[in-house]
């Protein structure tokens, strides 16, 4: 198949799945209504709760949700063959994470905004409501860690990209100003805004800024205190000042980005120089681990992401201002980010093919793929997932005759952009978590916007530095964190599942099916990483691991009393349209 067609195929698949799927669940499974009284309406403040038009709130859940997610996962897992990473996104994103997304988002939005920790209260019962929070605060202490850490490498291998992501700051406050005070044009000024960012990227590549060693603190833990300090700040300001602007920006940045790569493609194709170099199958790469299940846990937000549910019934949930949006912000976003997905997937698997770099020559072909994935150690780490995604993209915009400098600080941009956002994103989510735990055991200082982000900030921070002052101490805990994850969806799929079945009929098979797909897979895999944690003698694994298996055993069993209880059927019916 050619790279071209994969990718033309896939995208025409996913508009008509929008069109077919995606508005039967909004209007048949989920029954949205102009009428319903919305969060965003119901408690607008000015700083969480404001209503929003859906193709601003697109931006910021996108941008949310996507982060570097749907690129370091491709990017590893098509050491397995192109073939299982596609079919994996494009099914697993239609059936699975847009049901996920967008279920997850409806549901906060007729429980007043609330978190799907929060929630889980109401359909399961109030004892799985403290166990889902543990785990949700697992997930996003992580995190927090893991992507100020992902940043600091960006910045580390692409110095070029460090000037263009922080003036993106000034130009998204700057935007926001334009839009919210002075009631400027949404699209004239977010245009103006996206070719200053553009050209920002023209200087960075001139003026690449690399980090030195201060005060004995390598370059990656300086960046990790400077984006952790900044994303205490941007998470207590108003979602109107930096977030939306700033995301809107992006969502633009993500458009551009994939046309490029997709003209790239075709400009490729035609001159007949593109080809997947990546093999359509390999069951057994070189100390890999079992393509089942680690194929579904290793591909998580460009098929299905737990992450999802937090933004989902985190932020979104409070700045949509109308149900009907929801379909295009939860469900066309999944979409949106399996399409990136896909893009990735050509990149890793036929545009590094165009020229690879490694020991002082260029390489070409199979054997350029081959080099970078030569083995799961060799093409495992954050930085080498990263690598192999902006080559072959920036491969992808050389063929359009943009030099391979600036290709690369475009790429290297959008990725630490993403990456920027989900930081932002998850710091903002964890203060919720933790405010709404404080006031569940009568702690109020935690509940108050300030000392709640402050709480989120200072505990990623420990955990960053905990191995060493260079802050990469999450990756100690980063191996468990796919299989956490991806059992962060199935319990959501859960919950969604029960709000469903209460609504009565067979609905809650769009969500059910998924669920218990979703739960067997990674129960699995956590179980097979249990007994390598045991054999490795990786004892706070062990523990934590170990912890997390019997929570997730107990919430699902607490999930299939209730939904075979007799009172289960017409349980919620809190909006009956």
């Not at 170099?277 to 057994?284: N, R």
């Not at 050389?398 to 790429?411: D, E, K, R």
């Amino acid at each position: 198949m050619s790279v071209l067609l994969m990718v033309l195929l896939t995208f025409f698949g996913y508009i008509l799945m929008y069109r077919l799927y995606g508005k039967y669940l909004a209007r048949v499974i989920f029954k949205l209504t102009d009428d319903a009284v919305v969060p965003s309406k119901e408690f607008e403040d000015g700083i969480d709760y404001v209503p929003t038009k859906k193709e601003i709130i697109f931006g910021h859940h996108f941008t949310s949700i996507a982060g570097t997610g749907p690129i370091v996962g491709p990017a590893i897992a098509v050491i397995w063959g192109w073939v299982p990473a596609l079919l994996w996104v494009f099914l697993g994103s239609i059936m699975m994470g847009a049901v996920h997304d967008f279920g997850a988002l409806v549901i906060s939005m007729r429980n007043k905004g609330k978190s799907i920790s929060e929630f889980t209260a109401r359909y399961i019962n109030s004892r799985t409501r403290f166990f889902f929070f543990l785990i949700v605060f697992l997930a996003l202490w992580i995190v927090i860690a893991i992507f100020g850490l992902v940043i600091a490498i960006i910045f580390n291998i692409f110095p070029s990209s460090v000037l263009p992501v922080w003036l993106q700051i000034p130009i998204s406050i700057a935007l926001g100003y334009v839009i919210y005070r002075r009631k400027g044009n949404i699209i004239l000024w977010s245009v103006i805004a996206v070719l200053l960012l553009y050209g920002t990227m023209v200087l960075g590549s001139y003026f690449p800024i690399k980090m030195p060693t201060v005060a004995g603190i390598p370059p990656t833990g300086v960046w990790t205190i400077i984006l952790l300090i900044y994303a205490f700040w941007a998470s207590v300001l108003p979602v109107t000042t930096l977030l939306q602007p700033r995301d809107f920006i992006n969502a633009y940045q993500l458009l551009i980005a994939m046309f490029l790569m997709t003209m790239g493609i075709l400009a490729a194709a035609v001159s007949g120089r593109l080809e997947l170099v990546a093999p359509a199958v390999q069951m057994h790469p070189a100390e890999a681990p079992s393509m089942w299940p680690f194929l579904f846990i290793t591909i998580a937000c460009g098929a299905i992401s737990g992450f999802h549910s937090l933004v989902a019934s985190g932020t979104s949930s409070k700045q949509v201002k109308s149900e009907p949006d929801a379909l295009f912000v939860g469900y066309g976003s999944m979409l949106t980010e399996g399409a990136l997905a896909t893009l990735v997937i050509a990149a890793v698997a036929a545009g590094i093919g165009l020229g690879y770099h490694s020991g002082g020559k260029t390489l070409f072909g199979l054997e350029a793929w081959s080099t970078h994935y030569a083995s799961w150690t060799a093409a495992a780490g954050l930085g080498s997932k990263i690598a192999a995604f902006v080559t072959g993209a920036a491969n992808f915009l050389s063929s359009l005759g943009i030099p391979q400098s600036i290709a690369v600080v475009i790429m290297g941009v959008f990725v630490a952009s993403f990456a920027g956002t989900t930081l932002d994103t998850a710091t903002r989510i964890q203060r919720y978590i933790i405010s709404e735990l404080a006031s569940n055991i009568n702690l109020p200082v935690l509940t108050k916007r300030h000392p709640a982000t402050a709480f989120a900030v200072i505990s990623a921070g420990l955990l960053a530095f905990a191995s060493g002052a260079d802050g990469k101490g999450a990756l100690t805990l980063w191996p468990m964190f796919g299989a956490v994850n991806q059992t962060l969806a199935a319990l959501a799929l859960i919950v969604i599942t029960l709000y469903l079945r209460g609504r009565g009929g067979l609905k809650w098979m769009v969500s059910g099916l998924p669920a218990l797909f979703m739960a067997g897979m990674t129960l699995w895999a956590s179980i097979l990483n249990q007994l390598n944690f045991v054999s490795a003698q990786k004892i706070l694994l062990l523990s934590i691991n170990g912890i997390i298996i019997l929570l997730v055993l107990w919430i699902a069993v607490e999930g299939l009393i209730k939904f075979f209880s007799d009172n289960q059927k017409g349980v919620d019916v809190q909006i009956e349209h």
